[in-house]
């Protein structure tokens, strides 16, 4: 199994500015990915986390909203950039294990945007 | 986007009860996985359940996998209050990309 921390664990931000979430996967894996979960949702993917190149978004979701890096295979940081209201949710990251398929889970970000 | 739907989208049980939640997809799937997430906390893998496996066990959890119906159930057996949080299925479709699409979810709820 991979086991992932987040940091921060929670936040409360004003709107207009942006917060770096990181994340660090205990081994090297292969995919890395962030999820959004708005209240009372289920998880949406936003993008994928390359290694050593551009993620790849999903649709709805830019880069300039939330510019990803992934420096090497354990670690990741997402952005969210001239935040709103609209943008409390809980950031979630994830890694995949390639021989099993499993994706595991971080404990998530909780982000509140006032 | 969700690549499908969870039902029910929430149920009530006594403590000692089995829960069902059934859980359909759209598209061929690589893998089906199941997680269990409790008040908005990260979520805990449960199971993970191959597109050729028909059925898994895992202590009191036992999943299906239909392919031709796209679908999967999770039963809980013997439930207990602690098995109370929302629970989700999650596909694999990406041609082993391991990009995974939640469910709508399941809000359970075990009364003690």
């Known amino acids: 199994s991979a086991v992932i921390s987040q940091k921060p664990s929670r936040d409360i931000c004003q709107r207009g500015t942006s917060l770096t979430i990181q994340c660090q996967v205990d081994?090297?894996?292969?995919?890395m990915f962030w999820y959004r979960q708005q209240p009372g949702q289920s998880l949406t993917l936003i993008a994928t986390?390359?290694?050593?190149?551009?993620?790849?978004?999903e649709s709805g979701f830019v880069i300039d909203k939330f510019p990803i890096s992934r420096p090497n295979l354990t670690f990741s940081t997402l952005t969210v950039s001239n935040m709103s209201p609209e943008d409390s949710s809980i950031y979630l990251c994830?890694?995949?294990?390639?021989?099993?398929?499993?994706?595991?889970f971080g404990p998530g970000t909780r982000l509140l945007v006032l | 986007s969700q690549q499908g739907e969870e039902d029910p989208q929430a149920l009530s049980i006594q403590e000692g009860e089995n829960a069902t939640m059934n859980c359909s997809y759209k598209?061929?799937?690589?893998?089906l996985q199941w997680y269990r997430q409790n008040s908005g906390r990260g979520l805990v893998h449960l199971i993970l359940?191959?597109?050729?496996?028909r059925e898994k066990h895992s202590g009191r959890l036992r999943v299906t996998l239909d392919t031709s119906k796209k679908s999967s159930s999770l039963l809980i057996t013997a439930s207990r209050a602690a098995d109370t949080a929302s629970y989700f299925c999650?596909?694999?479709?990406?041609?082993?990309?391991?990009?995974?699409?939640f469910g709508t979810g399941t809000k359970l709820q075990v009364i003690p």
């Open positions: 994830s890694a995949g294990l390639a021989d099993k398929g499993t994706q595991y």
């Open positions: 359940i191959r597109s050729n496996e």
């Open positions: 081994s090297q894996v292969t995919m």
């Open positions: 999650a596909t694999d479709e990406s041609g082993g990309y391991q990009k995974v699409t």
């Open positions: 986390a390359n290694q050593g190149s551009e993620a790849t978004y």
């Open positions: 598209t061929s799937i690589n893998n």
